[in-house]
C-alpha cells in the first residue's frame, strides 16, 4: 500500500538514528579491511577525500519520493544512507569492491557500474561511478542498537576524475537545470571522454612505475643477501648507500644475471677484506657488492659517473682489490 509523504517522513525521521550508525560502521569497517588488503604503507593517502557518510536531506528525499510516485515504506529508499571513496586510479575501485563484496558479515547488491553502462551504450560519456547496495546481518548489534536486513547503505567509490565530473556536472548541473544546451552536452561528453582517456594512462604509467620498483626492490633485496653472507652482517634497513648506487647504474644491469653480480664477492680473499673495512662508508653497505662487479665491468662509467664523493675511499679501495689503477 502506498505510503503518504507525511508517512514516508516519519519514516525517515525514525529510522535515521539506526541509518546513521550503519553508515558509519560500514565507512570503518570498509576502511580497515582496504588498509589489511593492501598495507599500512600504501594504505597512507590511498583515499584521496577522506571516507565519510551521509543521510540524505529530508528535501532531497522528498524530490525522489514525489519523482517515484510509489513507495510502501521509506526503507525502499536504499540511498536514504549513503557513504563516499574517492581513489585515484581506476584500478585502486576494483580493490574496494572485491573488499565489500567479499566480507561475510552484510549482503552486498551492485546498483551501477560504470562499466555496465559504457557496455551498454558505448558512445555515452556520463556520470561514472561505482555504486553498492549493503545491507547488514540481521541482530547485528551497533553501539546498542539491533540492526535488521532491511537497513542499507548505498556506498559509491570513484576516482579522483570521476569525482570532479561528478561534482561540476552531475551534482551543479544535472540536478539543477531542467534543459541543458546542446554545447554544454558536447562539453560534458568531451571533459568525459579526456578524462577516461587520462585514466588510461596514468593506470598504464602507474603499472610500468610498479614494474620498475619491483625489479629495484629485488635487485635490492639480493644485494643485501650477498652482503649478508659475505661479511656475516645483516645489511642495515635503513642503507642509503645502495640505493643511491644503484640508481645511478642501473642501466647497466637491465640484462645482467643477478648472480653474476654477487659473483664479483665469491672469492674469500674479498669477503676479508670486506668485514675487515666495516667501518668504511662504502663497504658498510650492500652497495659495495655492486661495486665489485661495476669496476671489473664498467670501470670508466662507473669512475665518470660515481654518485658520491664521500665513497671515493671505499671505491678506490675495490679498484685496488681488483688491480685496477683508479688514476
Not at 547488514?136 to 567509490?157: A, F, M
Not at 540536478?175 to 541543458?180: A, E, P, Q, Y
Request: proline residues 3%; negative net charge; glycine residues 4%.
Amino acid at each position: 500500500m502506498k505510503i503518504s509523504r507525511d508517512q514516508f517522513l516519519a519514516e525517515m525521521r525514525a529510522n535515521a538514528p539506526l541509518l546513521e550508525l550503519w553508515a558509519c560502521e560500514s565507512v570503518k569497517l570498509i576502511s580497515e579491511m582496504v588498509r589489511a588488503e593492501i598495507g599500512p604503507e600504501r594504505f597512507e593517502g590511498f583515499f584521496k577525500i577522506d571516507p565519510r557518510y551521509r543521510l540524505k536531506t529530508e528535501e532531497s528525499a522528498l524530490k525522489k519520493f514525489d519523482h517515484w510516485g510509489v513507495l510502501e515504506s521509506a526503507k525502499e529508499m536504499h540511498d536514504l544512507a549513503g557513504a563516499r571513496f574517492v581513489v585515484l586510479l581506476r584500478t585502486d575501485l576494483q580493490i574496494i569492491e572485491n573488499v565489500i563484496k567479499g566480507f561475510s558479515g552484510w549482503s552486498t547488491a551492485r546498483v551501477r557500474h560504470f562499466e555496465d553502462d559504457v557496455d551498454d551504450d558505448p558512445v555515452v560519456f556520463d556520470y561514472q561511478s561505482i555504486h553498492l547496495l549493503i545491507k547488514g546481518s540481521r541482530g547485528t548489534t551497533i553501539d546498542g542498537h539491533i540492526l535488521t536486513d532491511d537497513v542499507t547503505c548505498e556506498i559509491q567509490v570513484r576516482t579522483m576524475m570521476q569525482h570532479a565530473y561528478a561534482e561540476l556536472c552531475h551534482d551543479k548541473i544535472y540536478k539543477n537545470f531542467r534543459s541543458i544546451p546542446p554545447s554544454a552536452k558536447r562539453l560534458v561528453a568531451r571533459s568525459m571522454a579526456l578524462m577516461e582517456t587520462t585514466d588510461s594512462i596514468f593506470c598504464e604509467t602507474a603499472k610500468q612505475l610498479e614494474e620498475v620498483a619491483a625489479d629495484r626492490n629485488r635487485w635490492l633485496e639480493y644485494l643485501a643477501g650477498v652482503y649478508g653472507q659475505a661479511t656475516q652482517q645483516n645489511a642495515s634497513s635503513s642503507d642509503l648507500v645502495c640505493p643511491v648506487i644503484f640508481d645511478r647504474f642501473q642501466h647497466l644491469l637491465e640484462n645482467v644475471i643477478l648472480s653474476d653480480v654477487g659473483a664479483a664477492v665469491n672469492a674469500p680473499v674479498v669477503r676479508s677484506r670486506m668485514v675487515d673495512r666495516l667501518s668504511d662508508k662504502l663497504f658498510s653497505s650492500a652497495g659495495c657488492v655492486l661495486t665489485y662487479w661495476l669496476v671489473e665491468n664498467h670501470f670508466n662509467e662507473t669512475k665518470r659517473s660515481w654518485p658520491d664523493e664521500s665513497l671515493l675511499p671505499g671505491l678506490q679501495l675495490v679498484c685496488a682489490d681488483l688491480g685496477v689503477s683508479y688514476e
